[in-house]
Structure formats: structure tokens, C-alpha cells
């Protein structure tokens, strides 16, 4: 470890899912041990024994890799300043609160160990989003009290409290940089009097902006999905949701739509802003549709075949880079993975269409000249788009009536939607033999 080397961490406690605060202090950590060449640790704040779960660590583990946060320390790959979980930790935290008893520096109360805060102290701090934060000791009151409240740092059943472990740990794991929610802000001054009784060094201090929801209310369940794994149910992609949440109290200058990499060598902790950060889930569904419209065509096709296989499609009837290719065509309709799917079932099977439109509400009258058009198109020589187009305007040009008119029929009976790409790339997409077929169920032709 280099001296100047940047070290951050994320600290979740096991008692829930990775939701979206906690992936945001996690992504903003990430962003600057990677923009700096630095670490980024996990550690697991386990000792709330009661609430913390194996699954719980697991998940916002899985939650953290979704969307692409890999750590260079953590309980899972070790690293020279472990153990990584708290639970683990507990000696360590007996050591020093013994030391600070022999130091005179804190009491027993029972089982219990308090760190005594003494009057007069300077505890102010400069932190890097909010500035310079003054703070005495004297402040730190009894609730309706004159009286110094003084700080408990091991109960009385032998756990450390969050604001003694978390000094101990950040200082042992030489963490150069502190970055997490600003609900912290006034546990701050707190832990540094923990540093200095131990003489620790201090790490710089940045809080990041509340979260809060449209209604400008703190962020909750009321808004909507407010965990990871929801979005990446619901069809969001992981390079979105990380664009999205880096965009929540930071900006790149001029750029909106990133990758991992870019957001990295652009992140600027002195540019995260202390204005409380709105989730706008329009937003979100902007940033993903302009990510899926960037993808691979085969990396997209990935992306929808498990959605288009939960609709119950035929999907292995078809060939991989055709079906890629029918996405191609879809041409960013569609803000999410399962929208896509939906928007383009009509390419994996007829049968969705069929559910769509029945085809009744055609007249008998319009249909004869339905079917005088549409085996003309039928008929064209070589089945390509310039080819079709062509056909079609000669033809409605001929009998003196309007494009429109022939191509909605068209497209409701190719895609039973109002809504589609060009319909004529549609059909030479679906193949002659399909769209013969499609317009014979609808007795079009
Ligand atoms: N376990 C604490 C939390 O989840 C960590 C806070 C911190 O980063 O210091 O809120």
C-alpha cells in the first residue's frame, strides 16, 4: 500500500436487500478508487446479530456485482487488513476500548464500555461535498439536558456500537476516504472524537446528497422499485442503472449516456453536488433506452431472449442472428429489456398478433381491395424493401388512394400493432412465405 494511495469503502449492515441509497454510496465509492488507481473494500457491518443474515450479505453482493461494482477487499477475497466482517472483528474492538479504559479516556457502566466526552473540544470537520461542518463537543447534549451525552462504544451483551466500530475499522483498514450518505453527517463528529482519543488519523469526510423521490419526499417504497434486484427484474440493464445512479448529485459536464470506464476518468468527488438528488424513473427509462440502442445486436438478443422465452414464444425456432437482427430493426423502441421483448413478439411468433387483432373490422367492400393490393405486393419480383415500397406507391398511385390506408392493415396483420418499424422492412424481415401466410389467416389475400 502506497501512502497516497486512495483506500474507500462500502459498509453495508446485512439487514435487507442492496436498495437504492446503499447502491449509490457504493457506486460513488467505487468511482473514486477507480478515477483514482485506489481500493475499494467491503466491509459488512454485522452486529446487529438479530437482523443480519448470511443471505442478506450474499445478496447485496450479488446486487453490487449486477451492476458491474467489483471490490479489491472483502470478506469473500480476504486482503491484508481483515477480517472483513465486523462480527469477526470483536476482539479487535475489545483491545482498543481496554486501552481507552486504562487511558482514562472512558468508563464502565455494567457490562457496558463509554467513551467519555470531554467539554470544549473542537470537533469541526471540512468535508468535501458540504464543507466546513462546525461542531463543539459542548453540543453533544443529553436529550432535554445540559449534560454531555457521552458515548457508548461496547454494550453491555459485548457488541460495538456502529460509531466505535466504524473508527476502528476505517482507521485499521487505512481508509483515506470516508464517502457515504449524508444521514451521517452528525455521526461525524462523534467518530472523530473516537480518532483522536486513539490517535488515529483522520480520514476526509464526504456526504453524499439525500435521495429523494419526484414529490420531493425521501426516497421510499411509495415510489416505486427501491431495490437493485427489482430493476434488474423489471428488464433494466446494469450499465444504465450504474449511469443512472452516477447521475443522482454528480454530472460529467456534457455527458449524459456513459460506460463504467468513461463515468470513471470523468468522476470528480469535488463536483458531487449537496442538493438533495431526485430519482426521476423517466429518466432512468431515457438512460436505459439509449443504452439498449448501443448494445450488439447479439448482446441485445441476449438481453431480450429471456424476457420473449417468460412470454411463453418460440424463440429456439428461429435463428439467433435473424432475431438479432429484427431487434436491429426495432431501433430503440422500447425503454426496457421487457418492453423490447414485448414491443417485438410479433417477429418470434403470429400467435400474439392473432391474440391482438381478429380482423373483423374490416368491411367486405374494402376488403376486395385489400387483397387486389396486397397480392400485387405479394407478387414483386425480389423481395426487398426498395422493391416493396416501390410496388405499393405504383399501385396506390394507379388506383388514385392513399399509402396509409393499405399499409395500417398491413401492419396490423403482420404485427396486430398500431405502432412498428417501417412495414415494409418488417415483411421482407418476416420473410415472403410469413407474410402470405399471416395475410391468408386474415383472408387479406
Ligand atoms: N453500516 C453503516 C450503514 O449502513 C455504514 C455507515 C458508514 O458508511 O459509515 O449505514
Request: hydrophobic share 40%; net charge negative.
Amino acid at each position: 500500500m502506497s501512502n497516497s494511495e486512495v483506500r474507500v469503502r462500502f459498509a453495508p449492515s446485512p439487514t435487507g436487500a442492496l436498495h437504492i441509497g446503499g447502491a449509490h454510496t457504493a457506486l460513488f465509492n467505487w468511482l473514486w478508487a477507480r478515477h483514482t488507481g485506489g481500493k475499494f473494500i467491503l466491509r459488512i457491518e454485522d452486529t446487529d446479530l438479530v437482523r443480519s443474515t448470511k443471505e442478506y450479505e450474499q445478496t447485496i453482493m450479488d446486487g453490487m456485482t449486477w451492476f458491474g461494482l467489483d471490490w479489491d477487499e472483502g470478506p469473500d477475497k480476504g486482503g491484508d487488513f481483515g477480517p472483513y466482517r465486523q462480527s469477526e472483528r470483536l476482539d479487535i474492538y475489545r483491545k482498543y476500548a481496554e486501552k481507552l479504559l486504562d487511558e482514562g479516556k472512558a468508563y464502565k457502566d455494567g457490562e457496558a464500555i463509554i467513551f467519555k466526552v470531554e467539554p470544549g473540544l473542537d470537533i469541526s470537520f471540512d468535508d468535501m461535498v458540504y464543507g466546513r461542518i462546525n461542531v463543539m463537543s459542548d453540543g453533544l447534549k443529553e436529550q432535554n439536558s445540559d449534560k454531555l451525552k457521552d458515548i457508548v462504544i461496547i454494550k453491555s451483551d459485548g457488541m460495538p456500537t456502529y460509531n466505535y466500530a466504524v473508527v476502528i475499522d476505517d482507521a485499521l483498514m487505512h481508509m483515506t476516504h470516508v464517502i457515504r450518505g449524508e444521514d451521517h453527517i452528525s455521526n461525524t463528529p462523534k467518530q472523530i472524537l473516537i480518532y483522536r482519543a486513539l490517535g488515529f488519523a483522520e480520514p476526509q469526510f464526504a456526504h453524499l446528497p439525500m435521495i429523494l423521490g419526484k414529490d420531493k419526499k425521501k426516497l421510499s417504497k411509495r415510489h416505486g422499485a427501491t431495490s437493485v434486484y427489482e430493476y434488474r427484474d423489471m428488464g433494466y440493464m446494469p450499465d444504465s442503472v450504474f449511469n443512472f445512479l452516477a447521475l443522482l448529485g454528480w454530472s460529467a459536464e456534457d455527458h449524459e449516456i456513459f460506460t463504467r470506464p468513461e463515468a470513471a476518468e470523468l468522476f470528480e468527488l469535488k463536483r458531487v453536488t449537496r442538493k438533495p438528488a431526485v430519482f426521476d424513473p423517466d429518466k432512468l427509462n431515457y438512460i436505459n433506452q439509449e443504452h439498449l440502442k448501443r448494445l450488439e445486436p447479439m448482446t441485445r438478443l441476449n438481453m431480450i431472449k429471456p424476457f420473449w422465452e417468460a412470454m411463453g414464444l418460440p424463440v429456439k425456432e428461429h435463428d439467433d442472428k435473424w432475431l438479432a437482427d429484427a431487434l436491429t430493426l426495432m431501433a430503440g423502441r422500447g425503454q426496457t429489456a421487457k418492453e423490447m421483448a414485448e414491443f417485438a413478439d410479433y417477429f418470434v411468433s403470429f400467435e400474439p398478433v392473432k391474440a391482438r387483432w381478429d380482423g373483423k373490422d374490416i368491411s367486405d367492400e374494402r376488403r376486395g381491395s385489400l387483397k387486389e393490393f396486397f397480392n400485387a405486393v405479394l407478387a414483386v419480383p425480389e423481395w426487398t424493401h426498395e422493391s416493396l415500397e416501390a410496388c405499393a406507391r405504383t399501385w396506390v398511385e394507379e388506383h388514385g388512394v392513399k399509402m396509409k390506408d393499405y399499409a395500417m392493415p398491413l401492419r396490423f396483420a403482420l404485427t396486430g400493432m398500431k405502432v412498428s418499424p417501417g412495414i415494409f422492412e418488417v415483411a421482407v424481415h418476416l420473410g415472403r412465405d410469413e407474410v402470405r401466410k399471416r395475410l391468408e389467416f386474415y383472408n387479406l389475400i
